[in-house]
C-alpha cells in the first residue's frame, strides 16, 4: 500500500506563475487535508476536505485554493506564487471523524523566487 | 481558538540515556486528542504517541511513554534508552474532537533532539 503520495519531490517556481501540488492517497479516507511547513512555526493548515465534493479554510487560506472531485485526489493550487509561499507542504488524510489518527505524505519543497 | 507550546527549541541526550520533551497547550474543549510526532531528516511526519484526554492512564509505546496532566494542559514525552535513530525534530499536537468542522492537528514549533554517540 503506498498510503498518500505527493508530486513533485521539489519545485522551484517563478513568482507570478501558478502551480499545482498533487496529493493522491489509495486508503479510501474521507478526510484530507494541506499542511505548510516553515522554520519555527510548525505546520499549519491550509485547506481541508472532510469527504468528496466538499472543502473548507484553514489557518492560512490566502493564495491557496484546492478541490476534492473524488476521495483519492486533493490538488493545491497556487494560482500566483509569490516568495512567501516558500515553504514544505504536507499532504495528510483521515478515515473520518471517528477515527483519530492522521497520515503523512513525504511532503513537496517548493521554492518561489 | 487551540494553541500548542514546546519551550524548548533544542535539547541533546546521550545514547541510552533518558529524555523529556515539554509540550503544553490551551483550549477551552473538553474532548480530544494530543500527539507526539517524529520528523527525521527524511522529513516524514511519523506518528510516535497519541493520548485522548479522556483516558487518565497515560500512553506507553515502547521505549515511549507520556506525561498527561489534564488539569495543567501538560503533555510531556518520555524516550527511555535513547537511540541514535531517535535524533529527529519532534512535534507536539492538539486536535479536537467533533463531528463536523476541519479537524485538523494543530502544531507546537517543534524540539530538535540529537542523541549523542
Known amino acids: 500500500t503506498a498510503g498518500i503520495t505527493q508530486a513533485p519531490t521539489s519545485q522551484i517556481l517563478a513568482a507570478g506563475r501558478s502551480m499545482t501540488l498533487r496529493c493522491t492517497q489509495d486508503?479510501?479516507?474521507?478526510?484530507m487535508y494541506w499542511y505548510r511547513q516553515d522554520l519555527g512555526l510548525g505546520l499549519r493548515l491550509i485547506h481541508y476536505?472532510?469527504?468528496?465534493?466538499?472543502?473548507g479554510k484553514g489557518e492560512v487560506p490566502d493564495g491557496y485554493s484546492v478541490s476534492r472531485a473524488n476521495t483519492d485526489d486533493f490538488p493545491l493550487t497556487l494560482a500566483s506564487a509569490v516568495p512567501s509561499q516558500t515553504s514544505v507542504y504536507f499532504c495528510?488524510?483521515?478515515?473520518?471523524?471517528?477515527?483519530?489518527?492522521?497520515?503523512f505524505g513525504p511532503g513537496t519543497r517548493l521554492t518561489v523566487l | 481558538a487551540q494553541t500548542v507550546t514546546q519551550s524548548q527549541p533544542e535539547m541533546s541526550v546521550q545514547e541510552a540515556e533518558t529524555v523529556t520533551l515539554s509540550c503544553t497547550y490551551d483550549?477551552?474543549?473538553?474532548?480530544?486528542?494530543l500527539f507526539w510526532y517524529k520528523q527525521p531528516p527524511s522529513r516524514q511526519m511519523i506518528l510516535v504517541i497519541r493520548?485522548?484526554?479522556?483516558?487518565?492512564q497515560n500512553a506507553t509505546e515502547n521505549r515511549f511513554s507520556v506525561n498527561f496532566q489534564k488539569a495543567a494542559k501538560s503533555f510531556s514525552l518520555k524516550i527511555s534508552d535513547s537511540q541514535l535513530g531517535d535524533t529527529a525534530m519532534y512535534f507536539c499536537?492538539?486536535?479536537?474532537?467533533?463531528?463536523?468542522?476541519?479537524?485538523?492537528?494543530?502544531f507546537g514549533t517543534g524540539t530538535r533532539l540529537t542523541v549523542i554517540p
Open positions: 495528510a488524510s483521515r478515515r473520518d471523524y471517528n477515527y483519530n489518527e492522521q497520515f
Open positions: 486508503m479510501r479516507h474521507n478526510a
Open positions: 476536505s472532510n469527504t468528496a465534493g466538499t472543502t
Open positions: 483550549t477551552s474543549e473538553n474532548n480530544y486528542y
Open positions: 493520548q485522548e484526554a479522556y483516558k487518565q
Open positions: 499536537a492538539f486536535m479536537k474532537q467533533s463531528v463536523a468542522g476541519a479537524n485538523n492537528l494543530f
